[in-house]
């Protein structure tokens, strides 16, 4: 079946722009994560959806970023005025409750 | 403060030959981990994982070691092929929350 798809691969944009990322998990799973990965770092935890509960906000970085799941499926990720440390590639991840987590190729984004 | 390390950026090693990856943490929390294994521009894809219950889970060629008392642990792949050079991320979590922390990564390059 299909795996986990973002949109889009690469985004560039300016400082101070807002941008929206898109993560389409594996159908049927009820849990929906987001990471980013920095330029020499490990994987950074943001954000966790797991059902109709409240999603763990703990890892998002400021108040710059939020994300919501419509639907419990498709989920968005928004950074509003962006900044050059938001350059990574962020990444969603989705699993039937707490299994194995399968993770998207990830997004690209690059803040001039 | 990073909570996992993995401190080697890189790692080469002949084809057929053992290769061992190394990671320690230092959240005495964390009850489960996982490594998980990244081609370029796509996801990390999960490799294995352990209990903080077990000292050793074997998967064919694969083996992960957990050392709780050193709060260690390392991945051996043997024999070594071409085909596993890629990155390897060490990552750990508490309880069922499935929020994982990642470490670094270490690239292996398998030599033919």
């Known amino acids: 079946g299909a795996g986990v798809s973002q949109s889009p691969s690469n985004k560039v944009t300016e400082k101070g722009k807002d941008v929206e990322l898109r993560c389409d998990p594996i159908?049927?799973?009820?849990?929906l994560y987001w990471y980013r990965q920095s330029l020499g770092q490990g994987l950074e935890f943001l954000i966790y959806f797991q059902g109709n509960s409240a999603p763990d906000k703990s890892g998002l970085p400021s108040d710059r970023f939020s994300a919501e799941r419509t639907g419990g499926s498709v989920s968005t990720l928004t950074i509003q005025r962006t900044q050059q440390e938001d350059s990574a590639v962020y990444l969603c991840a989705s699993s039937y409750y707490f299994d194995e987590q399968y993770f998207g190729p990830g997004t690209r984004l690059t803040v001039t | 403060d990073q909570q996992v390390k993995q401190n080697s950026p890189s790692l080469s090693v002949q084809e057929g030959r053992i290769s061992i990856l190394n990671c320690d943490y230092t959240?005495?929390?964390?009850?489960?981990f996982l490594w998980y294994k990244k081609y370029p521009a796509e996801g990390p894809t999960f490799l294995i994982s352990?209990?903080?219950?077990?000292d050793k889970n074997e998967d064919g060629r694969f083996t992960v070691f957990l050392n709780k008392s050193a709060k260690h642990l390392s991945l051996h792949i043997v024999p070594s092929q071409p085909g596993d050079s890629a990155v390897y991320f060490c990552?750990?979590?508490?309880?069922?929350?499935?929020?994982?922390?990642f470490g670094t990564g270490t690239l292996l390059a398998v030599q033919p």
């Open positions: 159908s049927g799973h009820t849990a």
């Open positions: 959240n005495s929390m964390f009850d489960y």
């Open positions: 352990i209990s903080s219950i077990k």
């Open positions: 990552a750990a979590s508490v309880g069922a929350t499935n929020k994982l922390i």
